[in-house]
């Protein structure tokens, strides 16, 4: 034991737990992250290139990640209007955080079936 100091519980951060945990709990987030991070920017060829993807679905997960500061909505005034979302700074660092876990649990999945 160490002389004199005492470890205080360590606690899931409030602010990006919250993040997290909603972003997470949307079963598509990660596929849009993964088809906005491949070029496909648009709501509409997003449902289109993902079967069982519903566009209410599509929209409130959108709609999430731009509360959240991982995406940026961009409109264009045009007949028919026309909608891309992008990435923010933040985002662009959440995203390779994101990969960085699924790496991590790659790896994991090898040692155990190593053993």
């Known amino acids: 034991m160490s002389q004199g100091f005492q470890y205080q519980r360590k606690i899931a951060p409030e602010k990006t737990g919250g993040l997290i945990e909603s972003i997470f709990r949307c079963k598509w987030s990660l596929t849009v992250l993964e088809l906005i991070s491949n070029g496909i920017f648009r709501p509409g060829e997003m449902v289109r290139n993902v079967d069982g993807l519903s566009t209410k679905v599509l929209n409130d997960c959108l709609r999430t990640n731009v509360r959240f500061g991982i995406l940026k909505k961009n409109s264009f005034p ?38």
Do not use: D, H, M, W
């Open 78 to 115: 045009e007949v028919p209007p026309r909608v891309e979302y992008e990435f923010t700074e933040f985002g662009r660092r959440f995203v390779s955080i994101v990969n960085q876990i699924q790496a991590l649990e790659n790896e994991l999945e090898e040692v155990v079936q190593s053993k």
